[in-house]
């Protein structure tokens, strides 16, 4: 006759059960994991979450796969750790794949728990964090699991704009593995010989093609932080990894439906800064970092900056101003002039849409000569990219405040979001010189025949270069046709944000219906 085993003897199996799924693949592989420099899945979740706020979901799943003897290898959890906690006291929902399980390698039933993870995230309105570290594909599982990746990918769509995903990598990410990473909003790539990311590995590589390129060469964290601008931030290690994805979360609404947290940062709102007349030069081919700018006119000198090694002609980056979230974008003078061109285009465009989708105000600093000439540009589709800016500054209806510090030069001057383009206050500096061409380059073509006429053209240029600047290359012509809304001292240049802040925080901005637009890709 079978008796039922007392309460305290199910209790017993039930602890057993939990420490063998926190073993995951056992105590030597487990070694081998921190051998690498890498923490386990479970290592990461706890520093990820508030102590004791880390709830797991979905702990005794096992994959149900016969072939190739899986049947007789078994292990809780099957590969992924999910569940939801608090960050910094807010609501969260994670994964962190296993790499001491199969390699990490993503089946049908550790994608099934991926997925329930991400439903029930956008179902509650709370970000999610997905730390990879995978094999990939399980082949063992054949279709089974391409089509759990496919259930992902379609997942991280659906809730791409609703809540912020972010992906952290931290061991291999190969093959179509990598497109889910690719399509949430940031990624966080961790800078370790066992981390990289491609679609297809050296071998492959090799053999297409014949060129021999290491792992780190391919796909290391560097190569995609500072040349296919696929990481938007490099970590030294997994604990910087998780303390930047702390940072980020920071700053963010943790859906579409709220807005960004405030946060009392002791910074007066009134704040004016004399030092901001001598960091910028009056001569528009003088460089300086527009960042000295930015941490001035920011909460606390507290700049938060985005895919900082790439592309770097222009900054984009998260700060506080007056203890609200706004997002910068602004031209680097320090590189390439501030020039915009195919990257730049890029890099700012989905940060615009970023802000825009998770109601973050946009702040935008310009000092642009315009886009980057050359036939490697116009190739490489600098229209289509260049496009790409203009649709998303148009497309924002969350509050847009524009500063133009010196030179705002044709086309460009609109796509780093003119008044025109939709931004509700465009402040100018003295500085600033608004034209379709800059000085020289304008006077040329304007009296380009008189000027062949001349033996020595020298001193007509030079007095039509100054009058072209007194009519033109100044900000009191945008002024009066009220392109400019004020022209202001630098020093006032944070109280006056404050105060187009406030004045916008209640704006509410219609589009014409549609299922949505067309963006230029």
């Excluded at 990473?181 to 990311?197: K, R, S, W």
């Excluded at 000085?439 to 001193?459: C, D, F, H, S, W």
Aim: charged share 25%.
């Amino acid at each position: 006759m079978y008796v039922k085993p007392s309460m305290d003897k199910l209790i017993e199996e039930l602890r057993e059960l939990k420490r063998r799924a926190e073993l995951g693949g056992g105590l030597e592989r487990i070694k081998r994991q921190h051998a690498k420099g890498k923490l386990t899945a479970r290592e990461r979740i706890e520093l990820l979450f508030d102590p004791g706020t880390f709830v797991e979901v979905d702990r005794f799943v096992v994959h149900r796969t016969t072939y190739f003897g899986l049947d007789k290898e078994k292990y809780l959890g099957d590969g992924v750790v999910t569940g939801f906690g608090k960050v910094n006291g807010r609501l969260v929902f994670a994964f962190s794949h296993d790499f001491t399980v199969f390699g990490g390698s993503l089946g049908e039933m550790f994608g099934r728990k991926v997925v329930k993870i991400m439903d029930m995230a956008a179902k509650v309105g709370a970000p999610i964090v997905g730390m990879n570290d995978s094999g990939g594909a399980r082949i063992q599982e054949g279709v089974a699991s391409l089509e759990a990746y496919g259930e992902i990918f379609k997942r991280n769509t659906w809730y791409s704009g609703v809540v912020p995903q972010i992906s952290l990598i931290m061991g291999p990410c190969a093959g179509g593995a990598v497109y889910s990473p690719a399509l949430t909003d940031f990624v966080i790539m961790v800078d370790n010989p066992a981390t990289f990311m491609f679609i297809t590995g050296p071998e492959v590589v090799k053999a297409a093609t014949g060129e021999e390129v290491t792992f780190e060469e391919l796909g290391g964290a560097r190569v995609h932080a500072t040349k296919s601008g696929q990481a938007h931030f490099i970590a030294e290690s997994d604990e910087e990894a998780i303390a930047l994805t702390k940072k980020l979360l920071s700053y963010l609404p943790s859906n579409n439906m709220e807005e960004p947290p405030y946060v009392d940062t002791g910074d007066p709102p009134d704040r004016v800064d004399p030092e901001l007349e001598s960091i910028v030069p009056t001569d528009p081919m003088k460089p300086f970092d527009v960042r000295d700018v930015i941490i001035r006119v920011v909460d606390n000198a507290e700049f938060f900056e985005v895919h900082a090694h790439w592309a770097q002609n222009v900054v984009i980056g998260f700060a506080r101003i007056a203890g609200r979230t706004v997002g910068i974008v602004a031209n680097q003078p320090a590189y390439m002039a501030g020039v915009l061109d195919i990257d730049a285009s890029d890099k700012a465009s989905r940060f615009i849409r970023f802000l825009d989708a998770f109601n973050i105000p946009v702040i935008t600093f310009v000092d642009v000569p315009g886009y980057m000439p050359g036939t490697y540009q116009e190739h490489g589709g600098i229209i289509r990219h260049g496009s790409k800016m203009l649709y998303a500054y148009a497309e924002a209806t969350v509050p847009k405040v524009t500063i133009i510090l010196r030179k705002a030069y044709g086309g460009s001057y609109l796509a780093m979001n003119a008044k025109s383009m939709g931004a509700d206050i465009v402040y100018a500096w003295p500085s600033a010189e608004i034209a379709v061409l800059g000085p020289e380059a304008a006077v040329r073509i304007l009296y380009r025949k008189k000027v062949r006429t001349m033996k020595e053209p020298g001193k007509f240029i030079e007095e039509k270069i100054a009058e072209y600047k007194r009519f033109f290359a100044n900000p009191y012509r945008a002024a009066e046709l009220g392109f400019v809304d004020e022209v202001i001292e630098p020093r006032e240049t944070r109280p006056m944000i404050v105060k187009a802040l406030e004045m916008l925080e209640n704006k509410r901005e219609e589009r014409p219906p549609k299922k949505h637009g067309v963006m230029p890709v």
